[in-house]
Every structure is written in C-alpha cells, then in structure tokens.
C-alpha cells in the first residue's frame, strides 16, 4: 500500500472504506461465544465491504449495498477508499493464551526430546520451566519488554490483533512484577490490544520444590495483592497438574484471585485428568489444554460458561500423538477457542493460521469452527467480545488481511505466511 495512503489512514480521517473484498469472514451473530452448530456460521460476504469510522465498523455488507447507503453517498468524495480484489478479509485474530516473557530458546530440551525424552524426564533433568526462571530472573524489565514486543510483532504479522500475555517464568515476587511490567511496556509500544495475565502459580521455583505449600502462601499473600494494587493483569491463571499445583492448591489461588477482583483462567488436563467441575465452579472464564478429559468433564463444560481453550501448538512440538478431543467437546455443545500457547519450551510458534491448520488436520475442526475458535471464541475467553473477534457494527476495527481468494486456503497453506496487512482500530500496522 502507498505510503501517502497508510499516513492518511493513521490520521482518521473521515472514513475509510474497503470494498470489493473477495471474502469477508464477518463472525457476526450472537454475543459472546458460540457454540455447537454455531461454530459453523461465520457470517460469510463475497465482494463485500466495509466502512470504518473513528477506528470502529461503521457498516458491513455486500458492495453495492455499502456504496447505495446515505453516509456513504453523501461522504464518498472524503472517505479513503481501498480496493480489497483477491484478499480475504477476517477479524484479527484473538490468540487467547502465550506466554512471551522468556529471553531464549530451549535447545538442550528440544534435543533431548527430540532423541525421544518425554516432557516430565526433561523437568525432572532440570530443563523444561524452571530452565526460563533463570534468563528471566536476571533481565531487566527492558530487556524482557523488547522480547515481548517482538513476539507481538510476529503475532502481527500473521493476523493476530489481540493477544493475551502470561506472566510466569519468574516466579519471585520482583521477576513476576518485573515480567507484567515488561508486558505492559510492551503493549505500549504495540498497536494492538494485549490482555495480561498473572501465572506466578506456573511451578513451584527451585527455592520451594520440596515445600510447594510454601510458595502457593507467597503468591497468595504477598505476589498476587502486589499484581492486583498495581493493576498489572486483568487475569490470574494456575497450571494444575501433577508436578505443577495439586486442585487444593490451584482453588486457594483462584479464590485469591476471586476475592481480588481478578478474573480467572486455568490450564489442566494437559498430562493427567483433573475433575473439571471443582475448577468450574470457580466460575474462570477459560480453561487451558484439556488434552486428558472424562465424560463426566464435558457434561461439567456443557453446563457453564467458561471457554474449552486447545492449544494443539503443544500437542505437535511434544509429539503426544492425541489431541484434545475438539469433535466430543463441539458436537457436545462445550464453546472452544484456539490459541498458539507461544512458549519456548512447549510450543514456540505465535502462528495463528498453523495452529488453525493443526485444529482442522490433526483435530478434525471444520474450518468455519476453527475460524469462530481463533476469534470470537478467543476474544469471550478475554471478556472482549462485545469489542472483539468479528466485524460488525459498532465493534473496534480490528481486521486481518490475507492474500487469498477462499477462507479455506487458511488452513490448507500450512506453514505459510499469506498475511498481507493488518488494521487496528482502523489503522494499518506496519508489518515487516
Ligand atoms: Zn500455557
């Protein structure tokens, strides 16, 4: 796109609108999420158009009708207009889940595993998590913010304009406020929104292993005031897992949390079944993973509100083999979103569309289910869905464009990068 026009966009000026768009993926519908059949009907326009006003949808619809409308009439000599023939246009993505406070890879584990060691021996050797607390505890907050940031960016730069940032690797009180700082900073600088998340309850620290109690009296009675007094998350998450926090455990810090004024999420079911209905009563507004889930587990889902989040970024880096069941839990009626899991020791990719990919291959996920589970189901899993994760009226204009004809080329391009542009609150980024 010219310059001249991308500067005239940043300034807001009367409107701007897109039209002929091949496809425009609009997720429009009920609020808040979808689920069962639901997941199906992604609001499909073909040569559609949108109109964007003061960074929000002004109107959406076929081209011709959009052009036909008062405002557009009276107001087509002022409005920018951009010709979208041969792209597909879809809310920016919602990735609900990453965790992008860590300074470097894990190459020794990632080795290992791939000479066959499972995740658990490689914790037990000392990589996994606990190798991260390092790097993180010795950076600055500067350091960790321009970490941060650049994963934001290659989020950008493959559809996602909303993301949500855990905490984590820190695991004291100063590295975990120093990791939210960073994330904050971070979000300052980037265009699009970032939801952040306190997970000081990831693994108990090397100080606290034989005395995990010790540490879950930390997080609940010095970390997390800290965190909600200095406002610097929106949520508070709990990995609940053998090796991890028991349920005990993981309810203290949830009721913590509750009594704090903090919204809840939490990962479990990733290595060994945990009873989700203790967890649900809790009311998170999502729980993370779900790999190893009982029948029982499903009816609890069914019955609640809270979003079933699969990462299967996860299940193909550590080579599980089994997905989380997303058929039982769609066809069952249980709302499922999507997200990367971005992380250097479990899944290091922030690709949204592979992961889209991996959901329909590897999950059998229709693409119209994965599409709704990257967005709007994403973005009732951050209680943004009244702003976020579909393109109607009155929402924030937050949209991603891809160079393709057909929705479904999304996730059949596996491992490609057809993103051509991305708007925020109708502003280009700029990408590379
Ligand atoms: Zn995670």
Not at 106 to 126: P, Q
Not at 162 to 177: H, P, V
Not at 319 to 331: F, G, H, N
């Given at each position: ?16 609108l897109?039209?002929?768009i ?7 519908g009920?609020p ?9 009907h992604?609001?499909?326009i ?11 949808v ?10 036909r ?5 009276e107001?087509?000599?002022e ?7 041969g792209?597909i ?14 300074v470097?890879?894990?190459?020794i ?7 066959g060691?499972s995740y ?17 505890r ?23 304009t909303?993301i949500e ?9 100063a ?9 904050r ?5 980037w265009q ?33 005031p800290?965190?909600a007094k200095?406002?610097?998350?929106h ?5 609940c897992?053998?090796?991890?926090f028991?349920?005990?455990q993981?309810e ?5 949390a509750?009594r ?13 079944n945990?009873?989700l209905?203790?967890?649900?009563a ?15 587990d ?17 299940n ?26 971005y992380?250097p ?9 592979l ?10 996920m ?8 990257a967005t ?5 899993a951050l209680?943004l ?5 579909s393109?109607e009226?009155g929402?924030?204009?937050?949209l ?5 004809d057909?929705?479904?080329e999304?996730p ?9 542009a991305?708007m925020?609150s ?7």
């Amino acid at each position: 796109m010219a310059k001249a026009k991308r500067a005239a966009l940043v300034r807001q000026e009367p409107g701007v609108l897109l039209h002929r768009i091949s496809q425009l993926v609009t997720m429009s519908g009920e609020p808040g999420a979808r689920r069962g059949r639901e997941m199906c009907h992604i609001g499909l326009i073909e040569d559609a158009a949108v109109l964007i006003r003061d960074g929000k949808v002004a109107a959406v619809g076929k081209t011709a009708e959009v052009l036909r409308s008062p405002w557009v009439k009276e107001h087509r000599a002022e409005v920018i207009e951009l010709d979208c023939r041969g792209k597909i246009v879809l809310p920016g993505f919602v990735d609900s889940h990453t965790h992008p406070v860590f300074v470097a890879p894990r190459l020794i584990d990632f080795e290992k595993r791939v000479a066959g060691a499972s995740y658990e021996e490689i914790a037990a050797a000392g990589g996994g998590i606990r190798s991260s607390i390092e790097g993180v505890r010795k950076s600055s907050e500067g350091k960790l913010a321009d970490h941060v940031f650049s994963a934001l960016r290659q989020a950008q730069s493959q559809g996602t304009t909303t993301i949500e940032a855990k905490s984590g690797y820190g695991l004291d009180a100063a590295s975990e406020i120093k990791s939210l700082k960073a994330i904050r900073r971070a979000a300052r600088e980037w265009q699009g929104t970032v939801v952040a998340t306190f997970l000081g309850a990831h693994v108990p620290p090397p100080e606290f292993k034989q005395e995990p109690d010790k540490y879950v009296e930390v997080v609940c009675t010095e970390i997390l005031p800290e965190v909600a007094k200095q406002k610097l998350a929106h949520f508070v998450d709990v990995f609940c897992e053998r090796g991890a926090f028991s349920l005990e455990q993981t309810e203290r810090i949830l009721r913590e949390a509750d009594r704090h004024g903090l919204g809840t999420r939490v990962h479990v079911g990733q290595l060994t079944n945990t009873p989700l209905a203790t967890i649900l009563a809790h009311h998170p507004l999502s729980v993370d993973h779900l790999d190893c889930l009982e029948k029982a587990d499903v009816a609890a889902l069914v019955a609640g509100e809270t979003v079933a989040t699969l990462l299967p970024g996860a299940n193909y880096f550590l080579a599980t083999k089994k997905y989380p069941p997303a058929r039982k839990l769609i066809d069952a009626g249980v709302p499922v979103a999507l997200a990367t899991d971005y992380n250097p020791g479990t899944s290091p990719t922030i690709s949204m569309p592979l992961v889209l990919s991996l959901a329909c291959t590897q999950m059998r996920m229709r693409v119209e289910e994965a599409l709704t589970a990257a967005t709007i189901n994403g973005a009732a899993a951050l209680e943004l869905s009244d702003r976020k994760g579909s393109v109607e009226v009155g929402k924030d204009a937050d949209l991603a464009f891809f160079e393709l004809d057909d929705y479904r080329e999304l996730p059949y391009w596996f491992g490609g990068n057809h993103c051509a542009a991305v708007m925020t609150s109708g502003r280009f980024a700029d990408l590379f």
